[in-house]
């Protein structure tokens, strides 16, 4: 998985989604290490990526706020930042 620790203390790490499922789930790890995420929003308005954010949040045990795609809004496959 590319992951990076960056100056300010915050962890970027790269993710494919997989909108429209049945279940809201971190699934597996691809083969390059990228996580694959499930969610059951559909991609419309910001809302898969909402519950992208919220899904990630609860698999890591951090408050929501402290999770935000940073790159890759509109393309399953995303950058996500954790800061605490």
Not at 12 to 21: D, G, N, Q, S, W
Not at 43 to 59: F, H, K, L, M, T
Not at 60 to 66: E, I, K, T
């Amino acid at each position: 998985m590319q992951r990076k620790l960056l100056r300010d203390g915050s962890l970027v790490f790269e993710i494919k989604v997989l909108p429209r499922a049945h279940t809201r789930q971190v699934s597996e790890r691809m083969a390059d290490g990228t996580l694959k995420v499930k969610v059951t929003a559909a991609p419309d308005r910001g809302r898969a990526n909402e519950e992208v954010c919220a899904v990630i949040a609860e698999y890591l045990g951090v408050p929501r706020r402290c999770v935000e795609v940073v790159v890759g809004h509109t393309s399953q496959k995303k950058r996500v930042r954790i800061t605490l």
